[in-house]
T-cell receptor, first 113, second 116 residues
Framework: AQSVTQPDIHITVSEGASLELRCNYSYGATPYLFWYVQSPGQGLQLLLKYFSGDTLVQGIKGFEAEFKRSQSSFNLRKPSVHWSDAAEYFCAVGNQAGTALIFGKGTTLSVSS | GAGVSQTPSNKVTEKGKYVELRCDPISGHTALYWYRQSLGQGPEFLIYFQGTGAADDSGLPNDRFFAVRPEGSVSTLKIQRTERGDSAVYLC??????????????FGPGTRLTVL
């Protein structure tokens, strides 16, 4: 069965520092991968997605993610974090039937000044 | 508005009562999804509609949960005989329905259900 693991429950990064959030997936075929961000009181917002092609994907708000099939990973990165990036981040994989997303448990990002 | 809307934003009910949660998808989106998010967890899939029909209801936890989308637009999630364990944020999402697995799902702000 498909699954997503986000190993880090909570990460604190200094403003201006770089960020990497880890995501590992379990999936038999080529996965469809997504990163969403959830701010307090807001709905989930799509940051980026990967289906095929270039393994480095650019998203909104300066985020990028790299698909590594050999490591079953899809880590999210940002070169310089802003205080407004503090939020909950979710990695997800599309299920085989194409009817649902399977989410990880999320990583809470705190940004210190 | 142009986004997915959900009403009510908060619902408090007593154990054993019946509740209905409403979702208004983005206009023109044929695909609609319900998820449930418990505290400290990621969203968990409940049900998927393509048009008026439930194409995948494999995520519904038991027969107390039911959802409808009679005209292929607004959807209602219905929970009978609520239990304290049903307390969670219920999220609705919609997508164009045109791109299959690669469709982007747009999420609403959710309904926070508290069962006392």
């Amino acid at each position: 069965a498909q699954s997503v693991t986000q190993p880090d429950i909570h990460i604190t990064v200094s403003e201006g520092a770089s960020l990497e959030l880890r995501c590992n997936y379990s999936y038999g075929a080529t996965p469809y991968l997504f990163w969403y961000v959830q701010s307090p009181g807001q709905g989930l917002q799509l940051l980026l997605k990967y289906f095929s092609g270039d393994t480095l994907v650019q998203g909104i708000k300066g985020f990028e993610a790299e698909f590594k099939r050999s490591q079953s990973s899809f880590n999210l990165r940002k070169p310089s974090v802003h205080w407004s990036d503090a939020a909950e981040y979710f990695c997800a994989v599309g299920n085989q039937a194409g009817t649902a997303l399977i989410f990880g448990k999320g990583t809470t990002l705190s940004v210190s000044s | 508005g142009a986004g997915v809307s959900q009403t009510p934003s908060n619902k408090v009910t007593e154990k054993g009562k019946y509740v209905e949660l409403r979702c208004d998808p983005i206009s023109g989106h044929t695909a609609l999804y319900w998820y449930r998010q418990s505290l400290g967890q990621g969203p968990e899939f409940l049900i998927y509609f393509q048009g008026t029909g439930a194409a995948d209801d494999s995520g519904l936890p038991n027969d107390r949960f039911f959802a409808v989308r009679p005209e292929g637009s607004v959807s209602t999630l219905k929970i009978q005989r609520t239990e304290r364990g049903d307390s969670a944020v219920y999220l609705c999402a919609s997508s164009s329905g045109l791109a299959g697995n690669t469709d982007t799902q747009y999420f609403g702000p959710g309904t926070r259900l508290t069962v006392l």
